[in-house]
Nanobody, 119 residues
Framework: EVQLVESGGGLVQPGGSLRLSCAASGFTFARSDMSWVRQRPGNDLEWISS????????NYAGSVGGRFAISRDNAKSTLYLRLNSLKTEDTAMYYCAEGWGTGALQSDRGQGTQVTVSS
């Protein structure tokens, strides 16, 4: 059974930073492309970043490129997302998911971790 457990969210001021983690189990993490997706209040689920199995290929949505950084530790079966220069519009529930690009929107997700950006 695929299990994804996201953590690291919280309340942060505009311009602040957070690091999200996703602990994966139940599948071969090291052989899976992984992604982060988010759902902002009142909006559909949105893909924001993907990383290839070996971490060599990375892609970002235009809305977060240059501010967010995805990474992974295959030895720990853990996916990360560093969020920098946070904006109020980054307020959302963040999820990790197996897969690349918008295809990850159809994959199983964990319970998510809430990020709230507010002064």
């Amino acid at each position: 059974e695929v299990q994804l457990v996201e953590s690291g969210g919280g309340l942060v001021q505009p311009g602040g930073s957070l690091r999200l983690s996703c602990a994966a189990s139940g599948f071969t993490f090291a052989r899976s492309d992984m992604s982060w997706v988010r759902q902002r209040p009142g909006n559909d689920l949105e893909w924001i970043s993907s990383i290839s199995q070996d971490g060599r290929n990375i892609n970002y949505a235009g809305s977060v490129g240059g501010r967010f950084a995805i990474s992974r530790d295959n030895a720990k079966s853990t996916l990360y997302l560093r969020l920098n220069s946070l904006k109020t519009e980054d307020t959302a529930m963040y999820y990790c998911a197996e897969g690349w690009g918008t295809g990850a929107l159809q994959s199983d997700r964990g319970q998510g971790t809430q990020v709230t950006v507010s002064s």
